[in-house]
């Protein structure tokens, strides 16, 4: 791809969602030793156990907000405090399947810090435990698996007001039994956290939230207690994580037709409508040339958002303007994607409320007005493009009251702030 969309820091993203419901509920809760001479923080432990039952993961109490990297830090050593008394003397490996931001799916430069910092813990506080890399050959051995999750949230709950910290969640699973062993929860605050996505994420038409990532997260936060076994459908993709982590891998290291080969190898593994899969499919082929293959991926990627009446696609428009970006190549993707999804709207007789997002940059009322008009602008461009769909959509703005992120950085950090989705409604 001459032009990839993380290159775009003020553009604006959209993100096209079929849903049901609202595309992602705003809202938020992932992770990596901490140097010598770190202050130590009391460690946020389970709530004490009512009537001899462990504790619930809805009793954990996270504390107060601390440095992202004293947060991670704190919660791994509260993680492995609550196995240290049984598992300590096994030589069990450990892998780790990336962590995410549980609002959108996606892999930051943050979360990879928390990856590499709860490594160096594990292999600082638990000797015997070796840490592996998340592939295919290492699940083989059945080991010890560490996921997590970290998200921006408001503590008030308040509609439209910026998070003030960033909720880490980390959970240990023993693949051996797939039972959960130990939970902890943490927060960070919210200037020492970077949710810029990682260049797979920023570059795909997509953002990630579907079958998959939702099992992740049900494993990894308050739906699972210790002792349960993890979301069963989660643990059955595995398999298909391991082999698009390594597609991921290879295309942040600009190996294009590697990760091709790998995200290919991945489809018959995953579920059908793995966004990361299709996605992955996707991108190579459009970066390999392969345009025809490029599109049909797309349709495909078309196809099952409608099918699970949620699809999310990303588009750029300029700051402040109801007008697309221009750079590179994107033109030529955005009518592919518009084409395909008025293609595919039309025939599935569905009926689509369009609505916009902004970031929290700026005044309610102005940001509510952009929304609307971004969403009108998508709107009139899928009906010129099929007229059976003009009777069967309607637009309204949101402003920012649906954050994502919700930091008003304006660049690729909140990106998803600014999007339009699809939603399926009934047709009256």
Known sequence: MSSTLSGHRRGLVVTACLAVAACASPGPSAVVSVPAG???????APAPSTQGRAALASDLVPPAPVRFEDAVSRAGDGLLDQVAPTLAAAHRPLIIDPLIDANTGAQTVSTARMGVKLA???????????????????????????????TPVNVERAVDTPPDAFRVWLTLIDLRTGQVVAKQIDRATVDSVNPEPLKYYSDSPTWHKDK?????????????????????????RLPAEATVNEANM???????????????????????????????LYLT????GNRDAARKAFDKLVDSGLEQKRLPLKLLFQPGKTAFNQVGDLPEQYRIWLSSLAQE?????VCIKVVGHTSRTGSARLNEALSRQRAEVVMRMLAQDKRALAGRMTATGMGSKEALIGLGTDDLRDALDRR????????I
């Open 120 to 150: 160096a813990i594990v292999q600082s506080r638990l000797p015997n435990w070796k840490v592996e890399p998340f592939t295919r050959r290492s699940l083989d051995d059945a080991p010890m698996l560490l996921i997590g999750t970290l």
């Open 212 to 236: 998959t990532v939702l099992g992740y997260i049900n494993s990894c936060q308050v739906n699972t207690n210790v002792g349960d076994p993890a979301d069963p459908g989660y643990l059955s």
């Open 250 to 280: 290879a295309y942040s290291d600009g190996k294009v037709a590697e990760a091709h080969q790998l995200y290919e190898q991945a489809r018959p593994l995953a579920d059908e409508g793995d966004l990361r899969v299709l996605n992955g």
């Open 420 to 427: 339009v989705e699809f939603r399926v409604v009934d047709c």
């Open 38 to 44: 770190t202050p130590a923080v009391a460690s946020a």
């Open 285 to 288: 082929n459009w970066q390999l």
């Open 345 to 349: 709207g039309s025939q599935s007789s």
